[in-house]
C-alpha cells in the first residue's frame, strides 16, 4: 500500500495538495466506498483523472491480525 501511494503522487502531485487527504481520498476511490476524488472536493476534471488513475491500482484492504501485525487482501 505505501508503495502504491508514493507512485501515486509521484504520478499526479501536480493535481494533489494534501498529501493526507490524498492518500484517504485515494484508498477511497481505489476500493470503491462511495466517496473519494470523484464526490466534489476536487475539480470534476480533475476529480475524473484521479479517479481513473485510482481504479487502476485495485482494491487493496488491510487488516490488522491476531499477531497485532498489518495484513492485505
Not at 494534501?18 to 492518500?23: E, L
Amino acid at each position: 500500500m505505501t508503495d502504491d501511494c508514493t507512485t501515486f503522487w509521484n504520478a499526479y502531485d501536480t493535481l494533489l495538495d494534501d498529501a493526507i487527504q490524498a492518500g484517504h481520498d485515494f484508498w477511497l476511490t481505489r476500493n470503491h466506498h462511495g466517496a473519494g476524488f470523484w464526490d466534489g472536493d476536487y475539480p470534476e476534471q480533475i476529480g475524473e483523472i484521479l479517479t481513473d488513475a485510482s481504479h487502476g491500482y485495485g482494491s487493496f484492504d488491510l487488516y490488522v491480525g491476531d499477531d497485532n501485525m498489518v495484513h492485505h487482501f
